[in-house]
């Protein structure tokens, strides 16, 4: 299964935009790109994907990379409850993917 | 009501007992998945399931099994509990025969396993 990687952990004023990166260089023409956050002590709920094309929707952005060997996730204007780990995974179109999950993300959002 | 429900949502258990968490969807999804996490860590596959007659090994099936028991419901069992066995499990469903939803998964709220 083709990996990903992103920081441990990153921070972020209130109210303010957040930019969370993810690589993922040994993507292949047939995975989406998924976006997944852990609220504390919930279950992680899907945030945003994509395949080549910028998405956005209600909660984020998505914009990835020309090459896809790389996306952000985008919060345009970060509130409190948006504090949570935030996972970036790699979907096989129709494929028998495992659904592994990285260690994610901690977004701290500083009042 | 929750689409994908966990029972029981806490438990403390004893070092060799044989414990069960059992899991249900309403969503009438074909693929489950059950993870462990361990406090401050990441998602961990254990075992997963494409439909009713396949079951796959996932990155730490030791120690665990599963048996899924019709579309709906994939149970996880610690057949002889051990103390490092002790985290937090959800299981996940998935369609993939849906495309336009996204191929959206779909978490449980969680069980709590402590093994003493």
């Known amino acids: 299964d083709a990996k990903t990687t992103q920081p441990n952990s990153m921070e972020s004023n209130e109210e303010e935009p957040v930019h969370l990166p993810c690589n993922h260089s040994?993507?292949?023409?047939?995975?989406?790109i998924h976006w997944y956050r852990q609220l504390p002590s919930q279950g992680p709920e899907y945030v945003i994907h994509?395949?080549?094309s910028n998405v956005n929707n209600r909660m984020a952005s998505l914009a990835i990379a020309e090459d896809r060997k790389s996306s952000t996730l985008i919060l345009h204007r970060a509130t409190l409850r948006d504090a949570a780990v935030y996972y970036c995974i790699l979907r096989e179109y129709f494929g028998n993917e495992k659904l592994t999950f990285g260690t994610g993300t901690r977004l701290t959002i500083i009042p | 009501d929750a689409d994908v429900t966990q029972t029981p949502r806490n438990r403390i258990t004893k070092t060799g007992k044989r414990i069960m968490l059992e899991c249900s969807q309403t969503?009438?999804?074909?693929?489950m998945y059950w993870y462990r996490q361990d406090p401050g860590l990441g998602l961990q596959l254990i075992y997963y399931s494409f439909d009713v007659k396949d079951i796959n090994k996932g990155e730490i099936s030791d120690g665990y099994s599963v048996s899924r028991q019709a579309q709906a419901k994939f149970s996880l069992s610690l057949e002889s509990a051990i103390p490092n066995q002790t985290a937090l499990y959800f299981c996940a469903t998935s369609d993939w025969a849906r495309q336009s939803s996204g191929n959206t998964i779909y978490f449980g709220e969680g069980s709590w396993l402590t093994v003493v």
């Open positions: 040994t993507i292949s023409g047939t995975d989406y």
């Open positions: 994509g395949l080549t």
């Open positions: 969503k009438g999804h074909d693929r």
